[in-house]
């Protein structure tokens, strides 16, 4: 026999409120894998320490001309991959910020991107991560499989890969600014102009291209928890139009 109290927990209202306290937790649990993306002073001051970046270069790509924003974005693909020359990844659960990456002078895809990532934000690049999942979905939850990272800025309003493990841009000979989203295209359709372009970090196969997601394990960035680690601005950014 039910008592008042039962009667109480049972009525819409209650489960309501469960149902509404169940979703903030969850939300809560997933915000934990957000990825802060401000640049810190100490990321300008270590940037600017190894090279990277210059300091009239920083919030200066409003004041350049697309041919100097074209220009300064390669130059700094080169310097990243003169600066950080062995490519020995950072372990999981350890920081990867500029200063960690450069003081080491080492690290993959992933480690470098943050540099240049950050690098490209401060001299006022709208930046995003891209997460390439080579054969598709089915991969994406299976642990071993091969991956890669690029980073994408927003130059004159379209999206322009940069290479993280190479000194390579999407801007092409042929004068087209191509985004991850057209290598993907190429790599179905015609891989073999990959290796024209000089384009040897992409993998000449299928890939699924996730912008916004850093890990699937969540052990690249703090609080190092299971959760994947994201930035939630970049993946609704990329769902507009």
């Known amino acids: 026999m039910f008592t008042n109290t039962d009667s109480r927990l049972r009525t819409p209202f209650f489960r309501g409120l469960v149902a509404l306290l169940f979703l903030m937790g969850s939300l809560g649990c ?14 300008l001051h270590a940037m600017i320490q190894f090279g990277i970046l210059k300091p009239h270069e920083i919030a ?44 080491r002078s080492s690290g993959v895809c992933f480690d470098r991107a943050r540099v ?42 379209v999206w322009v890969f940069l290479g993280t493990l190479t000194p390579v841009t999407g801007f092409a000979k042929d004068g087209h600014a191509w985004s991850v989203s057209d290598l993907r295209i190429l790599a179905s359709t015609d891989p073999l102009r990959l290796r024209t372009f000089g384009w040897k970090e992409i993998l000449p196969r299928d890939f699924l291209p996730v912008v916004g ?29």
Not at 30 to 43: F, Y
């Open 116 to 157: 240049i990532e950050k690098a490209a934000t401060a001299m006022g690049f709208e930046t995003r991560r891209v997460f390439l999942v080579y054969g598709g979905w089915s991969q994406l939850l299976k642990p071993g499989g091969p991956t890669h990272t690029l980073v994408e800025v927003k130059w004159q309003g």
């Open 213 to 241: 997601l850093y890990s699937r394990h969540g052990q690249h960035y703090p609080p190092f928890t299971p959760v994947p680690d994201f930035s939630p601005g970049q993946m609704m950014g990329s769902w507009m139009p």
């Open 60 to 103: 200066a790509a409003n004041r350049w001309g697309s041919m100097q924003q074209q220009t300064a974005l390669m130059e700094l693909v080169r310097r990243v991959h003169s600066t950080v020359t062995k490519f020995e990844g950072i372990e999981n659960g350890q920081d990867r910020e500029p200063l960690d990456v450069l003081q």
């Open 30 to 43: 997933l915000w934990t894998g957000s990825v802060n993306n401000a640049v810190r002073s100490e990321d």
